[in-house]
């Protein structure tokens, strides 16, 4: 049956009750009614009457008033009869009563008359008691339908409170269940739904269904295997290292190349967690650090390159772990699925900047001593004792002196950043006074600032704790922040040098009032050879690159404040020396 028809039987059947019960009830409660009418108006009348005349006819003495008042109740009793040999009781009452009032003192009459007003109201209460049964039987009768009919009804519901519930939702919860199991990717569960009803309808629907995507599912198996070949051969194919991971850290492949330069075989790795072949194996153990940090499995991260012994030396690898999420379908929120290991053989370049840097260093080396020549005899010219040279003469020695100390500026800096790039910083960290390092890097600048009528304006508390610094290379920085503030400031301006404390650091700060920095160029500033685009001041674009890696390798860092059309702070930070 169905769960429709059901639902309409056993509310039907219900509303039909409670229609029955109102119908009945309204029956029954007329007949009461009438019943209870019938007694007061007719029966109770008449023994009022009655009743009214006895007292009339027991007064003192038979007076007027007395006769008056029983022949008036007299006559309402004469059009108040209602019950069978009242009439003829009525009559014998009127006529002795008639005999009375001529004979008033015929005790015999008097007895007469009572006794007919006896026998009047003996008739009515006999038909008060009889009416008075019937209606209790019509209220017995009416009790005992409501209460069949309420048994009904109470059945009725009862039958629906036990069964529908359970015939709707406990399909509902199978299918329910059924639907997750689907949604789980198993397609071979099927509902069991023996009855004929909607439910059965929706069981053979899920079952076909299920069916047909069990059946999709084994056609496209081939095919998922096919790609998954497909997808093994292109990893192998590449020829750097790569290793897949879980979201469990479990290994998932790892290609000929890196199981080659690992030592390992592939049936010892795939399927086991990295960290237990990491115990085995010092490569592995390198290439999965960044895995157990905070940020492993939220971004990519790139490391330093690593050094590798393969194909017969030593090789130079770019170590990258990329983090691999999806978003499910149905689904809002991406949800992270395992890790991917990618290994670049850099050697090559590797190779290509090691030369570039001997080069430059060799090449820098040779150019300081022409330049230094140059520049003694630049200084031999300028000695009037040898001779005198004319105006003209003294502007081309002029400009050879600036070209002279760009070039040796230059190759400074090409030198340092032969060190960086070579990892070969020599630094010597001491405690250092820090005015000593502000009064140097000032005075190396004074000539320059003059130039541009440029204010140099130093604050730095007499109290300030010493800083430890390598004394040069943090010259050399300052020196760079200034000299690069007044080359970018206009004339008759202020370039503000402060020194001071910031919890246990020292912090150094060069202020400007020049054009300052584009928002898109502040993060590229400090890359090797940078130079802002369209500026026409002289550079290598190397000063701030070579700056930043002096302070960082003290352990301090270097940063930019910049406001576009107003100019820009730089601020260098050391650590204090404890006092």
């Known amino acids: 049956m169905k769960i429709k028809t059901k639902l309409i039987l056993g509310i039907g ?29 007719d029966n109770y009348n008449t023994v009022d009457y009655s009743r009214q005349m006895l007292i009339a006819l027991n007064e003192n003495g038979f007076t007027n008033e007395s006769i008056s008042k029983f ?29 009375l009032k001529n004979n008033p003192s015929d005790s015999l009459l008097f007895s007469t008359v009572h006794n007919n007003l006896t026998d009047i109201m003996l008739l009515n209460m006999q038909a008060i008691e009889r009416k008075s049964a019937v209606a209790k039987k019509t209220a017995g009768n009416a009790t005992l339908w409501m209460e069949m009919v309420g048994a009904c009804c109470f059945l009725i519901a009862f039958v629906l409170l036990l069964n529908l519930p359970g015939n709707v939702a406990n399909p509902l919860k199978e299918l329910t269940a059924s639907i997750k199991e689907i949604a789980a990717l198993n397609y071979s569960k099927r509902l069991h739904f023996e009855k004929q009803n909607e439910f059965g309808e929706l069981a053979g629907a ?25 997808i093994e051969t292109l990893i192998n194919n590449i020829k750097d290292p790569v290793i897949g991971l879980d979201a469990k850290k479990r290994i998932l492949f790892m290609n000929d190349v890196a199981l080659k330069i690992s030592g390992l075989k592939a049936e010892d790795t795939i399927g086991k967690l990295i960290q237990d072949v ?107 004792q040898i001779g005198a040279i004319n105006e003209e003469q003294k502007n081309l020695v002029n400009s050879i002196k600036d070209d002279a100390n760009r070039l040796l500026k230059i190759t400074g800096e090409l030198l340092n950043m032969t060190q960086v790039e070579s990892g070969h910083i020599e630094i010597s960290a001491i405690a250092t006074d820090v ?15 003059d ?8 604050t730095a508390p007499a109290s300030l704790p010493a800083v430890f610094a390598d004394k040069d290379k943090t010259a050399w920085v300052l020196t760079n922040l200034i000299s690069n ?35 898109q160029y502040k993060e590229k500033i400090f890359d090797r050879y940078f130079r802002v685009p369209g500026t026409k001041k002289e550079g290598t674009g190397l000063g701030l690159s070579i700056s930043k890696e002096f302070i960082e390798a003290q352990g301090g860092s270097i940063q930019v404040d910049s406001d576009f059309g107003r100019g820009s702070k730089f601020t260098v930070s050391l650590n204090a020396v404890p006092v």
């Open 13 to 41: 059947a219900m509303f039909v009750m409670v229609v029955l019960i109102t119908v009945i009830g309204t029956i029954y409660i007329n007949k009461l009614s009438a019943d209870t009418k019938n007694i007061l108006v």
């Open 278 to 384: 990491a115990v085995h194996n010092d490569l592995v153990r390198s290439l999965i650090q960044e895995l157990f940090t905070a940020n492993g499995e939220q971004s990519p991260v790139k490391s330093e390159p690593i050094k590798i012994y393969a194909d017969n030396k030593e090789s130079y690898f770019d170590k990258q772990v990329i983090p691999i999420k999806i978003t499910p379908t149905g689904e809002q929120e991406e949800k992270f699925v395992g890790n991917v290991i990618m290994l670049q053989n850099i050697t090559p370049f590797k190779e290509l900047d090691f030369a570039k840097t001997n080069f430059i260093a060799t090449v820098s080396h040779e150019l300081k001593t022409p330049i230094s020549s140059i520049k003694m005899s630049l200084q031999l010219l300028e000695n009037e």
């Open 451 to 458: 130039q541009k009528n440029i204010k140099l304006t130093v």
């Open 71 to 99: 022949e008036t109740n007299l006559k309402k009793q004469q059009n108040n009869i209602t019950e069978n040999g009242e009439q003829q009781l009525t009559d014998e009452l009127a006529a002795n009563f008639n005999r």
């Open 485 to 519: 503030a007044i080359r970018y400031s206009y004339d008759d301006a202020t370039v503000y040098i402060e020194a001071k404390t910031n919890a246990n650091k020292i912090e150094f700060s060069v202020t400007d009032s020049g054009q300052g920095i584009a928002p």
């Open 435 to 449: 005015h000593e390092i502000l009064q140097y890097a000032v005075d190396a600048n004074r000539v320059a600032a």
């Open 206 to 230: 899920f079952n076909t269904m299920a069916q047909k995507l069990e059946e999709y599912r084994m056609s496209n198996l081939e095919k998922l295997m096919m790609e998954k070949k497909r």
